[in-house]
C-alpha cells in the first residue's frame, strides 16, 4: 500500500511546469522560508516560548530520533527501488529514507504552535512540505506519516518543560 500511494502521488508529476517548480520549492527551499518565519515569530514576545519549543523540538526530532532511526532501519529511497518514477528532485543519497527529516521538522515547528493562530496554517505548511517531498520522488508516504508521529510526540513531551511553574 505505501508503494500504491507514493506512485499515487509521484504520477502527478511530470505533467505541469508550474506544479513540478512548486512541488521542488516545498520539497527543497520551503524548510528555510519555514524556518525564517518561526525565528521571525520571536519578536512578538506572547510566541517566544512557542518559538523556543518549535526550535527544540526540531532539533530533538531531527538529530537525534530520526537520526537514529534512519541509521538502525536504512530503508531505501523510492528512486532507488521504484520503477519509472518521477524524480524531480536530484537526491544522491542513498538508503535513510525512513523517517523523513524534513517532515519531522516541519510538523515539529507547527506542533509547537498548537494553540494558537498559526497551528492550523502551520499543519497545512507542513502537510504542503512534507507531500512535496513524496511528489518529488525522494520520500515514501510511510517516511512522512513516521515523522509526523516523532513530531507530535517530541512537541507534547517537550511542552512540558515550557509550562509556567504553578504558583502557591
Same mark, same amino acid.
Given at each position: 500500500? /505505501?508503494?500504491?500511494? +507514493?506512485?499515487?502521488? /509521484? @504520477?502527478?508529476? @511530470? &505533467?505541469?511546469? $508550474?506544479?513540478?517548480?512548486?512541488?521542488?520549492?516545498?520539497?527543497?527551499?520551503?524548510?528555510?522560508?519555514?524556518?525564517?518565519? %518561526?525565528?521571525?515569530?520571536?519578536?512578538?514576545?506572547?510566541?517566544?516560548?512557542?518559538? #523556543?519549543?518549535?526550535?527544540?523540538?526540531?532539533?530533538?526530532?531531527?538529530? $537525534?530520533?530520526?537520526?537514529?532511526?534512519? &541509521? %538502525?532501519? /536504512?530503508?531505501?529511497?523510492? #528512486?532507488?527501488?521504484?520503477?519509472?518514477?518521477?524524480?524531480?528532485?536530484?537526491? /544522491?543519497?542513498?538508503?535513510?529514507?525512513?523517517?523523513? @527529516?524534513?517532515?519531522?521538522?516541519? +510538523?515539529?515547528?507547527?506542533?509547537?504552535? #498548537?494553540?494558537?493562530?498559526?497551528?492550523?496554517? $502551520? %499543519?497545512?505548511?507542513?502537510?504542503? @512540505?512534507?507531500?512535496?517531498?513524496? #511528489?518529488?520522488?525522494?520520500? $515514501?508516504?510511510?517516511?512522512?506519516?513516521?515523522?509526523?508521529? %516523532?513530531?507530535?510526540?517530541?512537541?507534547?513531551?517537550?511542552?512540558?518543560?515550557?509550562?509556567?511553574?504553578?504558583?502557591?
Amino acid at each position: 500500500m /505505501n508503494q500504491q500511494i +507514493f506512485l499515487a502521488i /509521484n @504520477g502527478l508529476a @511530470g &505533467r505541469s511546469q $508550474f506544479f513540478d517548480t512548486l512541488g521542488v520549492f516545498f520539497a527543497e527551499k520551503f524548510l528555510y522560508v519555514f524556518a525564517i518565519i %518561526i525565528v521571525a515569530l520571536w519578536l512578538d514576545k506572547r510566541l517566544r516560548t512557542h518559538v #523556543y519549543l518549535a526550535v527544540l523540538a526540531a532539533a530533538v526530532s531531527r538529530l $537525534f530520533i530520526v537520526e537514529v532511526i534512519k &541509521r %538502525i532501519v /536504512n530503508h531505501p529511497r523510492p #528512486y532507488e527501488i521504484v520503477a519509472n518514477i518521477h524524480q524531480l528532485l536530484a537526491d /544522491n543519497e542513498h538508503g535513510m529514507s525512513f523517517p523523513s @527529516g524534513h517532515t519531522v521538522i516541519y +510538523f515539529s515547528f507547527a506542533f509547537a504552535f #498548537y494553540g494558537t493562530k498559526y497551528f492550523w496554517p $502551520f %499543519i497545512i505548511l507542513a502537510s504542503l @512540505g512534507s507531500l512535496a517531498r513524496v #511528489y518529488v520522488g525522494v520520500h $515514501f508516504p510511510i517516511d512522512i506519516a513516521a515523522s509526523v508521529i %516523532i513530531a507530535a510526540v517530541i512537541a507534547a513531551a517537550l511542552r512540558g518543560l515550557f509550562k509556567k511553574p504553578i504558583s502557591s
